[in-house]
């Protein structure tokens, strides 16, 4: 994304605006590039020292691109020699690869109210939260981070949390002449270590908090403190929004020298007692999802707020977005009401479908370790009044030792266990899977309510199909990933396409040329399910102005053995729920056939057969114009297969083999 006019710019200017060592002669610049990869035509390609690797090796890479010019350190010029652009060279490219980026486009950030956010969680999710906030104010807002890079209605998918400086300008200058005139990003440790945020004055800089990560990267805590501290330092923001709720962020606020806020969101925080704004009487669960809560400021100020998503973590994020909003300009009651109706923020807590009736309600999280998973599964416990059907796997060739742990939280904290993979990667799937499972036994030893299923998007199909209204089901771990690693291989895959697939797919009605109405729910059941199901049969066929409705069930076994007693319920149900003619398929649901028949009224009209081929021949044989029929059962009975021949979809279809009866 770099804006439609491209500045040009001669390079003498370059040179002279920056001290620069060299000789430009007299080429003009039309932009500005960090990795040889991402040269365009006209670019100055600025080679960097890096980790592992020297930019000004793949120079001649970047010339053969279109490069025009390279910028780099006396490290990096003598590695070049007859290249036959200009190289020019500063002890310190990284540090002004920002500026630089910055000049070239005409310091576009200044034109808009930019907030950064940082902190090892929540960033995402209070990015979003912010920049709700500000489209109150202003209509046209961007948002850079992890999921997207945004610009009004249009986005791409973002390559990083933080991009390099010459892509941030860039996304400025695409902002600034699209008319957006303001930006909220998440700016990663990573990014402000190698100076990303280069030649960017936030307007106002957040803080989430602070947890043991990315030590690899920063060495220790320390470092790592030291690094999202930066973002602090005068130069870089103009104001700050620190959430005091650990430690870390009571330091950063008795540090920083800009004016601060600081905002605690629970009681007992670390920095509690002398909190600007605080967050009391926080009610979780409320309007059936998210939460309210008091926010309580400075000089007697008190406002009723709300997160939109569950959980108390969305709570703190709601208030630390709602004092960055209002710091950044938007008087603090509409701060309140942007942050109250931000939009699903992809795959965090995203309600994909909502509950309705007959329908459970179905989230994506981004919870892909043992911390997240037992946060996102206790936000979501108290808006559920059923069962909460959790979806998870985890990755491969990543930390193995966590498979069990998480294991184990689903099984504490889920009633449903649909596991399945995430991004195996180089690994087997399964292997992955069982680990997963040997944590879910040292809670549940029976494997009671647990399946094990891949690929995922059929995981998430059944997970949906074993819900009914009341309950939540929530798939983790992907959040808004777009693709899904296998083998090696990038598969186009996302968790809330998924879900859409699926409930396209979960009640397929198909009318016959001959009037049969087919409707397919047997990709998975349970007796709870099924009951559903038989409950919108009637409906079904009350609203087609159908004649009989009629149910063609397996035993509903998809979450283990089902016991004869309920397997007689469901017999007596599709009885007493109107259905006019029972189809039972197979031996092991012979009790849902005595239980229609002995419900009473049902004479005749309920038969058993032995299996899905005994079951084929009757229809043909009985079915007749304005029949509506339900197939349903669990997944081994494999009624998917006769639901798609009744449809006409598959091969050997049924609809005209037999008369009508
Ligand atoms: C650990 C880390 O952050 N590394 C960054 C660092 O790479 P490096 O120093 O190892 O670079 P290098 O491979 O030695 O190469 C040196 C130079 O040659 C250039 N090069 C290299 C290869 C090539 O083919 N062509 C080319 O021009 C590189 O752009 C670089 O400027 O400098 C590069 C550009 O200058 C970054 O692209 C690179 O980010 C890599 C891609 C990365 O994966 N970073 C992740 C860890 C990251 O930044 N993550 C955070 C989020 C973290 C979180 O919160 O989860 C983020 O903001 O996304
Ligand atoms: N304020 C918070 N404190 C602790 N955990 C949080 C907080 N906000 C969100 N989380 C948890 O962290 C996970 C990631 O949230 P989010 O994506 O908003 O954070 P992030 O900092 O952007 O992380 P990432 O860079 O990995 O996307 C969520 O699944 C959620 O359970």
Not at 543 to 571: F, H, K, M, S
Request: proline fraction near 5%; hydrophobic fraction near 45%; charged fraction near 25%.
């Amino acid at each position: 994304m770099r804006p439609a006019s491209r500045p040009r710019r001669h390079l003498s200017h370059l040179v002279e605006a920056f001290g620069l060592a060299g000789e430009a002669g007299e080429v003009t610049v039309t932009g500005v590039a960090v990795g040889s990869a991402d040269v365009q035509p006209g670019d100055l390609f600025v080679a960097l020292p890096g980790l592992r690797a020297h930019g000004a090796d793949y120079a001649a890479d970047a010339v053969a691109a279109g490069a025009v010019a390279v910028l780099t350190d006396d490290g990096g010029a003598g590695r070049l020699a007859g290249l036959g652009v200009p190289v020019l060279t500063t002890p310190a490219p990284r540090s002004l690869l920002g500026p630089v980026s910055a000049w070239f486009y005409g310091e576009p950030g200044r034109d808009l109210t930019l907030v950064g956010i940082t902190g090892t969680n929540g960033k995402t999710t209070t990015c979003y939260f912010v920049a709700a906030a500000l489209e109150r104010r202003h209509p046209l807002t961007g948002v850079v981070g992890t999921v997207e890079l945004r610009v009004g209605e249009e986005s791409i998918e973002s390559p990083r949390t933080t991009v390099e400086a010459p892509v941030l300008h860039g996304l400025f200058a695409l902002m600034r002449e699209r008319g957006a005139t303001a930006c909220a990003m998440e700016v990663s440790s990573h990014a402000l270590a190698l100076e990303r945020v280069g030649g960017v004055q936030f307007d106002v800089a957040a803080f989430t908090n602070l947890q043991r990560d990315h030590l690899d990267f920063h060495g220790d805590m320390e470092g790592y403190f030291r690094d999202k501290a930066r973002l602090f330092a005068p130069e870089r923001a103009r104001r700050a929004v620190v959430c005091v709720d650990d430690e870390w962020g009571v330091r950063l606020a008795s540090e920083v020298e800009i004016p601060v806020d600081t905002v605690a969101t629970r009681e007992g925080a670390a920095g509690w007692a002398g909190a600007d704004w605080r967050v009391t009487a926080a009610t979780i669960g409320l309007d059936g999802v998210g939460s309210t809560f008091t926010l309580e400021g400075p000089g007697g100020v008190r406002v009723e707020a709300a997160s939109p998503l569950p959980g108390l973590v969305n709570v703190s994020n709601a208030a630390v977005a709602v004092v960055v909003a209002h710091r950044a300009g938007i008087p603090l009651d509409e701060a309140v009401a942007g942050v109250a109706g931000a939009h699903a923020i992809p795959g965090r807590m995203e309600r994909v479908i909502e509950r309705g009736p007959g329908q459970a309600l179905c989230l994506v999280d981004y919870a892909h370790t043992p911390d997240a998973l037992t946060l996102a599964l206790e936000a979501v416990r108290p808006i559920t009044p059923g069962r909460l059907v959790l979806v998870f796997g985890s990755d491969g060739d990543r930390d193995q030792g966590k498979r069990p742990i998480m294991g184990e939280i689903a099984a504490r904290l889920a009633d449903v266990l649909v596991v399945t993979d995430e991004n195996p990667r180089s690994e087997e799937p399964a292997a992955i899977r069982a680990s997963i499972l040997d944590g879910v036994r040292a809670v549940r030893p029976d494997l009671r309510d647990v399946v094990e299923l891949s690929p995922r998007s059929e995981a998430l199909r059944v997970g949906m199909e074993l819900a009914v209204e009341g309950d939540t089901v929530i798939v983790t771990g992907k959040g808004h990933e777009p693709t899904q690693e296998i083998a090696g291989v990038f598969h186009r895959y996302n968790d809330r396409d998924a879900y859409l697939t699926a409930l396209a797919q979960s009640w397929q009605v198909t009318v016959r040329p001959d009037g049969v109405t087919v409707v397919d729910a047997a990709h998975a059941a349970t007796p709870d399910s099924t009951r559903a199901a038989l409950r919108r049969l009637r409906r079904e066929r009350d609203e087609r102005g159908g004649t009989r409705a009629v149910a063609v069930l397996a035993a509903p076994d998809d979450l283990g053995p089902v016991p004869v007693t309920e397997l007689d319920a469901l017999g007596r149900a599709a009885v007493r729920l109107g259905v006019d003619k029972l189809l039972v398929v197979g031996e092991d649901a012979r009790a849902v056939h005595v239980g229609a028949v002995q419900e009473g009224s049902f004479d005749g009209e309920s038969e058993l057969v032995p299996d899905r081929a005994a079951a084929q021949d009757w229809l043909a044989r009985h079915l007749r114009p304005g029949d509506v029929v339900l197939v349903k059962g669990g997944r081994s009975a494999g009624l998917a297969e006769l639901a798609g021949k009744l449809a006409g979809k598959l091969a050997g279809e049924l609809a005209g083999e037999g008369g009508a009866a």
